[in-house]
Nanobody, 112 residues
């Protein structure tokens, strides 16, 4: 299975973007799908994850603004990002971390 991330771009602070992660094969058996991000000079960090049972996790710095959803029929795991802030600027990666599968990353730039 390969993961393809898309949907990044330039948005003003307060705006929204929806990132999409499309898998080349079935994600039904993948327990955890997740989105990470890496800003310049910083370590990669988790921004959202979702299990097969649709249990989600968000760190405090995105809680209430980001929403992850998976569609096992379409083999996608999308990330809706609202009320974006300049500090959300980063390359965003979708992943199936337990399977060590990573997408190529999509750049999100939030201007102030």
């Amino acid at each position: 299975v390969q993961l393809q991330a898309s949907g990044g771009g330039l948005v003003q602070a307060g705006g929204s973007l929806r990132l999409s992660c499309a898998a080349s094969g079935s994600i039904f058996s993948i327990n955890v799908m997740a989105w990470f991000r890496q800003a310049p000079g910083k370590q990669r960090e988790l921004v959202a994850s979702i299990t097969r049972a649709n249990i989600t996790y968000y760190p405090d710095f995105v809680k209430g603004r980001f929403t992850i959803a998976r569609d096992n029929a379409k083999n996608t795991a999308d990330l809706q990002m609202n009320n974006l802030k300049p500090e959300d600027t980063a390359v965003y990666y979708c992943a199936a971390p337990l399977e060590r599968l990573w997408g190529q990353g999509t750049l999100v730039t939030v201007s102030s």
